[in-house]
């Protein structure tokens, strides 16, 4: 898998991110086991400390489940992982909204463009 | 084990009259991957070498794992310098002897091992090896070794893009997490993501020493982007290029 | 670690003369044959000794002529070229390095003059019987040190040899250093060392005369005595002088070596 690496964010937010997409896609399905951190560090092309970093977030979040002996896990509580697909959703949605309003379409006149590229789906 | 891998204290290079490390104050931990970044001249690889004893320093004091430079430093230091340093009529197999030699910390099986992953045939003589291959012998070198310091000085400049995003691989693969990996180079953008901390060294100072994450959250912009601005070229005040 | 660099270095040595020597004693077997040939053409006693001198020479030359510059090269290239990178970085004290390289050295200088005598004994064997040539050796042994004389001159033979061996390395420690004090300048660094090895020869014959002079009269007197002076045990002149010989070499060994040392330790700079 490519990953892509912007310039003004640290590097273990957007790894965070990342990891999270393809679970939430379902590249890592819900308690399968995660790679070792070393091994997707250098698959990543990054350092391992980082990874780590990325991944303590993620159990944080819940995303990921630690156990001493088996490594780490996709959470198997389906109900996280459809709050973190929520979450992202919306990201993307106050995003787009937020470039509708600059280019000059706010309220209703946004909503009207979107059903109207949803209409041609 | 000194908790500080690294301490170095007002350290100075003076070459005649002109200073190639002007106090330098340093302190690396363990288990870090740093890059030491500065532009050609900065005085990058005088500290390397004197790290590795190949220098003496004019002034100040060098410390690695709480003792000075000296045999034992060498035998946990493991140094790959910017130029090919073996005799042409040797093979590498015959390098893997000598260093099994006098390295307790190198571990044969993995030298064979990096060489087979990384297509060089051991069995060869070097002088039969194109530029490339040798410089993949000397990293297998370096990095088949548990060594507790790692210097890397300048291993991905002249080296195309491709080979050196398998350079970065080989170092993130096989060094010794114990241990602490120094990379010097000017390219910075394309082992940003390698590093842990990064060290700007200008006019043989340090100007910056700090984790790649807090410069990313503090400045807002890659390390990459604030190197530009910090060594950026003074074009109309006689400066240099 | 000694060991070790030891025997790194006599690697070096072999694989790079491994083929020397061999090739010598071959071209000595050719050219034994140029030699009879040429002495059952008939030409005189005198040409055939002439032209015997001239391989002898020849080939003596050539010998030193490589070692010499083998041992040079191991040491410039070694030491103070690129491969120093990987010598120095070695967790060995440079006093080791030096050592290594200069028993390689020596060693080298005997078996090639072991081989250089083989050869010429090999192309003249077929002109000079060398039969008679043993025998007349064998009868000046025992002459001279056969029956009460036999300990004291496996003595003196013995510290001869330490004396020749020693002189060797008091030889190549000084190109050693010669080439440490070119390593001190950035630019022209052969030049220099070039220029170092006169500068040390001068120094060495300076402080040669000025011991002459002051010492003068209590050196002659010394060994007038040792020599000539009335004593039973004839031998003890040899012995006595032979051991100064040996100090002052190994002094001046000792001293070049220090030197050289203290450079590579503190004032290494490799490009």
């Known amino acids: 898998m490519d990953w892509v690496f912007t310039e003004d964010r640290p590097i273990w937010q957007q790894l965070m991110e990342q990891i999270t997409l393809i679970i939430l896609n379902g590249g890592y399905p819900p308690g399968s086991r995660l790679p070792a951190v070393r091994e997707l560090a250098a698959q990543a092309g990054v350092n391992p400390n980082t990874m780590q970093r990325a991944m303590a977030q993620l159990e944080q979040k819940g995303l990921a489940v630690g156990s001493r002996t088996a490594g780490r896990t996709v959470t198997e509580d389906t109900a996280v992982i459809q709050a973190a697909r929520r979450e992202r959703a919306k990201a993307a949605v106050t995003s787009c909204l937020r470039i509708l309003e600059e280019l000059g379409y706010i309220r209703e006149d946004a909503l009207a463009i979107i059903k109207e590229e949803l209409a041609h789906e | 084990m000194n908790e500080l891998l690294v301490t170095c204290t007002g350290l100075t290079k003076r070459y005649g009259l002109k200073p190639a490390l002007n106090g330098v104050n340093l302190e690396l931990g363990r288990g870090r991957i740093v890059g030491l970044l500065g532009p050609n001249g900065s005085g990058k690889t005088t500290l390397i070498k004197i790290l590795c004893g190949l220098l003496q320093p004019t002034d100040g004091a060098v410390a690695i794992d709480g003792q000075p430079v000296g045999p034992y430093t060498k035998s946990i230091v493991s140094y790959l310098p910017d130029r090919m340093y073996f005799a042409g009529w040797m093979k590498a197999t015959d390098l893997f002897d000598l260093f099994a030699d006098f390295y307790g910390d190198f571990d044969r099986a993995k030298a064979m091992s990096m060489c087979a992953s990384l297509g060089v045939t051991p069995s060869d003589r070097l002088k039969t090896m194109s530029k490339g291959t040798k410089e993949k012998v000397q990293l297998v070198l370096v990095m088949a070794r548990k060594a507790q310091a790692y210097l890397l000085d300048e291993p991905i400049a002249g080296v195309d893009p491709a080979a050196r995003d398998f350079i970065l691989n080989t170092i993130l693969t096989n060094y010794n997490e114990d241990g602490t990996v120094m990379i010097s180079t000017h390219l910075i953008s394309d082992i940003e993501k390698v590093l842990d901390e990064a060290i700007f060294l200008k006019d043989g100072q340090v100007v910056l020493h700090n984790t790649v994450d807090a410069i990313r959250e503090q400045e807002g912009k890659s390390v990459d982007a604030l190197f530009r601005e910090v060594f950026r070229a003074r074009n109309y005040e006689g400066g240099i290029f | ?271």
């Open chain 3, 1 to 271: 670690m000694f060991g070790k660099l030891l025997k790194y270095d006599f690697r070096s040595m072999l694989k790079q003369f491994a083929f020397i020597w061999p090739a010598a004693l071959a071209l000595a077997v050719i050219n034994r044959f140029t030699l009879s040939s040429l002495e059952s053409a008939s030409a005189t006693g005198e040409t055939v000794a002439a032209v015997a001198m001239m391989v002898f020479v020849s080939i003596m030359i050539a010998m030193f002529v490589i070692t010499l510059i083998f041992v040079i090269q191991r040491f410039y290239k070694g030491l103070l070229g690129d491969e120093g990178y990987l010598m120095h970085t070695l967790p060995v004290r440079p006093w080791a390095l030096i050592g290594s390289k200069l028993v390689c050295a020596v060693v080298l200088t005997v078996v090639s003059t072991l081989v250089a005598v083989a050869a010429i004994l090999i192309i003249v064997s077929p002109v000079i019987d060398l039969g008679e040539f043993f025998h007349v050796i064998r009868w000046l042994w025992d002459a001279v040190c056969g029956g009460k004389n036999a300990a004291n001159a496996f003595l003196a033979c013995v510290e001869l040899l330490l004396l020749i061996l020693l002189g060797m390395a008091e030889g190549y420690l000084m190109l050693y250093l010669a080439m440490a004090i070119g390593h001190l300048f950035n630019k022209g660094r052969a030049a220099m060392s070039v220029a170092a090895y006169i500068g040390i020869h001068v120094v060495v014959s300076v402080l040669l005369s000025f011991t002459s002079n002051v010492f003068g009269d209590m050196l002659y007197n010394f060994f007038d005595n040792l020599f000539w002076g009335k004593h039973d045990y004839p031998w003890q002149a040899v012995h006595m002088s032979l051991w100064i010989s040996i100090l002052v070499v190994a002094v001046g060994s000792a001293v070049y070596f220090l030197l050289t040392e203290y450079i590579l330790r503190n004032k290494l700079n490799l490009e």
